[in-house]
């Protein structure tokens, strides 16, 4: 019955894609600073089923478990996407900022999130680069999509 959630549990780890931005600051940076920026896909799509559990609640509890497990010293923070108005390919929020203590909060949000709308990819990326380019230090940027661009 769960062969399939486990293999879309993997799916999803597997598109934990992580890209790194080389940061525009010297490399005098003391204790080197590490930033990362999740972009959630909450499109449509992830209301699919996959034996009997829905997608988005697989991602939510990778997703929370992947938070819990960060050293205290990182930065986080979170962009989702399709979770607002079903057919709006400029549905991206910056849902919680990049910091430090927020990971109760980072929970929170995620878990309160619905699977409604868009799979805008490239807007989201374009915006978690413009937000993340910024910070000092190593920027992490990691999108969890259970699909392609539909915009």
Known sequence: MFRNANL???TL???FTAITIIPATPFSVRAEE?????IIDVSGSM????????KMDIAKKVICEYVKGLPASDNVGVIAYGHRRKSDCDDVEYLVPIGKNNRQQIISKIMALKARGKTPIAKSLSKAVEIIEKKPGKNVIILVSDGRESC
Do not use: G, P, W
């Not at 590490?34 to 999740?38: A, D, E, F, H, T």
């Open 13 to 15: 780890l597997i598109l």
């Open 8 to 10: 879309l549990l993997n």
């Open 47 to 54: 209301r699919a089923r996959i034996d009997n559990m829905k």
């Open 34 to 38: 590490v930033n990362k920026l999740l």
